[in-house]
Protein backbone atom coordinates (compact mmCIF):
# COMPACT_ATOMS: atom_id res chain seq x y z
CA UNK A 1 0.00 0.00 0.00
CA UNK A 2 1.17 3.64 -0.66
CA UNK A 3 2.11 6.29 2.13
CA UNK A 4 -1.02 7.97 1.42
CA UNK A 5 -2.57 10.30 4.27
CA UNK A 6 -5.19 9.06 6.37
CA UNK A 7 -8.35 11.07 6.10
CA UNK A 8 -10.55 11.98 8.75
CA UNK A 9 -14.20 10.23 8.11
CA UNK A 10 -16.05 13.21 9.51
CA UNK A 11 -19.50 12.11 7.65
CA UNK A 12 -19.26 8.98 10.17
CA UNK A 13 -19.92 11.69 12.98
CA UNK A 14 -22.77 13.73 11.92
CA UNK A 15 -25.50 12.01 14.01
CA UNK A 16 -23.07 11.60 16.90
CA UNK A 17 -21.55 15.21 16.91
CA UNK A 18 -24.86 16.68 17.59
CA UNK A 19 -25.52 15.49 20.76
CA UNK A 20 -22.32 15.61 21.83
CA UNK A 21 -18.95 17.28 22.34
CA UNK A 22 -16.15 17.97 19.51
CA UNK A 23 -12.93 18.81 19.70
CA UNK A 24 -10.13 19.28 16.78
CA UNK A 25 -7.02 17.26 18.08
CA UNK A 26 -3.69 16.31 16.39
CA UNK A 27 -2.87 12.71 17.00
CA UNK A 28 0.53 12.87 19.10
CA UNK A 29 1.45 9.30 20.13
CA UNK A 30 0.06 5.70 19.58
CA UNK A 31 -1.31 5.14 23.38
CA UNK A 32 -2.12 1.17 23.15
CA UNK A 33 -4.17 -0.91 20.21
CA UNK A 34 -6.24 1.16 18.75
CA UNK A 35 -5.86 4.33 21.37
CA UNK A 36 -3.65 7.49 21.06
CA UNK A 37 -2.38 10.58 23.03
CA UNK A 38 -3.83 13.61 21.23
CA UNK A 39 -3.68 17.56 22.15
CA UNK A 40 -6.15 19.25 21.25
CA UNK A 41 -5.58 22.05 18.39
CA UNK A 42 -7.13 25.31 17.05
CA UNK A 43 -6.62 27.59 13.87
CA UNK A 44 -4.48 30.78 14.76
CA UNK A 45 -4.76 33.92 12.33
CA UNK A 46 -3.49 32.75 9.22
CA UNK A 47 -5.86 29.30 9.03
CA UNK A 48 -3.12 27.21 10.75
CA UNK A 49 -3.42 24.64 13.32
CA UNK A 50 -1.83 25.17 16.27
CA UNK A 51 -1.99 23.05 19.98
CA UNK A 52 -4.37 24.88 22.12
CA UNK A 53 -2.76 24.53 25.57
CA UNK A 54 -0.75 21.66 27.26
CA UNK A 55 -3.95 19.32 28.02
CA UNK A 56 -3.88 15.76 26.63
CA UNK A 57 -6.07 13.77 25.56
CA UNK A 58 -6.57 9.66 25.17
CA UNK A 59 -8.68 9.42 21.61
CA UNK A 60 -10.15 5.58 20.41
CA UNK A 61 -9.78 5.13 16.99
CA UNK A 62 -12.73 3.29 15.48
CA UNK A 63 -11.88 2.68 12.17
CA UNK A 64 -8.95 0.24 13.19
CA UNK A 65 -9.37 -3.47 15.32
CA UNK A 66 -9.06 -2.62 19.24
CA UNK A 67 -7.07 -5.64 19.14
CA UNK A 68 -4.06 -4.46 16.97
CA UNK A 69 -1.87 -1.28 17.04
CA UNK A 70 -3.01 1.29 15.27
CA UNK A 71 -1.05 2.71 12.39
CA UNK A 72 -2.45 6.46 12.38
CA UNK A 73 0.54 8.53 12.24
CA UNK A 74 1.51 11.06 14.73
CA UNK A 75 0.89 14.44 13.87
CA UNK A 76 -2.68 13.75 11.86
CA UNK A 77 -5.42 15.95 12.57
CA UNK A 78 -9.06 14.90 13.80
CA UNK A 79 -12.49 15.64 14.69
CA UNK A 80 -12.61 13.76 18.19
CA UNK A 81 -16.69 13.63 19.62
CA UNK A 82 -17.18 12.91 23.19
CA UNK A 83 -19.46 10.06 23.97
CA UNK A 84 -20.12 9.52 27.72
CA UNK A 85 -16.40 10.70 28.53
CA UNK A 86 -14.78 8.57 26.20
CA UNK A 87 -13.44 10.52 23.13
CA UNK A 88 -13.34 9.06 19.83
CA UNK A 89 -12.42 9.39 16.52
CA UNK A 90 -12.77 7.83 13.28
CA UNK A 91 -9.34 7.85 11.09
CA UNK A 92 -8.89 5.35 8.48
CA UNK A 93 -5.49 5.14 6.09
CA UNK A 94 -6.64 6.55 2.66
CA UNK A 95 -6.94 3.55 0.12
CA UNK A 96 -4.41 3.30 -2.74
CA UNK A 97 -4.98 3.15 -6.07
CA UNK A 98 -2.96 0.41 -7.01
CA UNK A 99 -0.10 -1.00 -6.00
CA UNK A 100 2.22 -3.99 -7.15
CA UNK A 101 2.12 -6.99 -5.54
CA UNK A 102 3.50 -10.64 -5.31
CA UNK A 103 1.18 -13.55 -5.71
CA UNK A 104 2.30 -15.44 -1.92
CA UNK A 105 -0.12 -17.73 -2.17
CA UNK A 106 -3.39 -19.77 -3.82
CA UNK A 107 -6.20 -19.60 -1.97
CA UNK A 108 -9.80 -21.31 -3.36
CA UNK A 109 -11.89 -19.94 -6.30
CA UNK A 110 -10.18 -16.74 -7.28
CA UNK A 111 -8.70 -15.68 -3.91
CA UNK A 112 -5.04 -15.67 -3.79
CA UNK A 113 -2.88 -14.03 -0.82
CA UNK A 114 -0.23 -10.77 -1.81
CA UNK A 115 2.09 -9.07 -0.82
CA UNK A 116 3.01 -5.73 -1.61
CA UNK A 117 6.14 -4.70 -3.56
CA UNK A 118 8.53 -1.88 -4.18
CA UNK A 119 10.75 -1.23 -6.97
CA UNK A 120 14.59 -2.15 -6.32
CA UNK A 121 15.46 -1.71 -10.09
CA UNK A 122 15.08 -2.14 -13.21
CA UNK A 123 12.29 -4.87 -13.51
CA UNK A 124 12.98 -6.07 -10.04
CA UNK A 125 11.06 -5.80 -6.74
CA UNK A 126 11.13 -6.68 -3.29
CA UNK A 127 8.62 -7.31 -0.17
CA UNK A 128 7.93 -3.62 1.41
CA UNK A 129 8.98 -3.67 4.69
CA UNK A 130 6.01 -3.90 6.88
CA UNK A 131 3.20 -5.26 4.49
CA UNK A 132 0.68 -7.25 5.25
CA UNK A 133 -0.45 -9.85 3.14
CA UNK A 134 -4.26 -9.22 1.85
CA UNK A 135 -6.71 -11.17 0.01
CA UNK A 136 -6.98 -10.47 -3.57
CA UNK A 137 -9.49 -11.51 -6.29
CA UNK A 138 -8.60 -12.20 -9.65
CA UNK A 139 -11.21 -10.81 -11.62
CA UNK A 140 -10.31 -12.99 -15.09
CA UNK A 141 -11.05 -16.11 -12.86
CA UNK A 142 -14.12 -15.18 -10.85
CA UNK A 143 -16.34 -16.84 -13.52
CA UNK A 144 -14.13 -18.76 -15.71
CA UNK A 145 -12.78 -21.99 -14.48
CA UNK A 146 -11.54 -24.01 -11.16
CA UNK A 147 -9.24 -20.53 -9.65
CA UNK A 148 -5.47 -21.00 -8.69
CA UNK A 149 -4.37 -20.83 -12.52
CA UNK A 150 -1.83 -17.84 -11.43
CA UNK A 151 1.55 -19.20 -10.24
CA UNK A 152 2.94 -18.32 -6.75
CA UNK A 153 5.44 -15.47 -7.04
CA UNK A 154 4.04 -13.82 -10.17
CA UNK A 155 4.20 -10.04 -9.86
CA UNK A 156 0.14 -8.38 -10.28
CA UNK A 157 -1.15 -4.68 -10.18
CA UNK A 158 -3.83 -4.98 -7.45
CA UNK A 159 -6.43 -2.52 -7.75
CA UNK A 160 -8.11 -1.19 -3.85
CA UNK A 161 -12.11 -0.87 -4.60
CA UNK A 162 -13.73 0.74 -2.26
CA UNK A 163 -17.70 -0.57 -1.38
CA UNK A 164 -21.07 1.08 -0.33
CA UNK A 165 -21.68 -0.25 3.35
CA UNK A 166 -21.04 1.59 6.60
CA UNK A 167 -18.27 1.55 6.99
CA UNK A 168 -16.57 1.05 3.80
CA UNK A 169 -15.28 -2.13 3.22
CA UNK A 170 -11.55 -2.24 0.81
CA UNK A 171 -11.00 -4.71 -1.55
CA UNK A 172 -8.76 -6.04 -3.34
CA UNK A 173 -8.92 -7.02 -7.00
CA UNK A 174 -6.04 -7.94 -10.58
CA UNK A 175 -7.16 -8.89 -13.46
CA UNK A 176 -4.80 -11.35 -14.72
CA UNK A 177 -5.53 -13.63 -18.06
CA UNK A 178 -5.00 -16.74 -16.62
CA UNK A 179 -7.37 -18.17 -18.99
CA UNK A 180 -6.45 -16.33 -22.05
CA UNK A 181 -6.26 -17.94 -25.34
CA UNK A 182 -3.34 -16.93 -28.27
CA UNK A 183 -4.31 -17.14 -31.47
CA UNK A 184 -1.53 -17.93 -34.25
Not at 57 to 72: F, Q
Amino acid sequence: MTNARPHDALGQFAQAGAAAGLQLVRLTALDADNRYTARPVEFDANGQTQFAGDATLTVTNLAEPADADGAVPAGTDAVAVDVEGRWIVFVRPAAPAAFAARVIATGSGADYTVREQVGTGAGTFADKEGAPDLTAHNLAELSLGPGAAVDVDTIVLVTALTGTGEPPTVRYVFDHPAYAKYLD
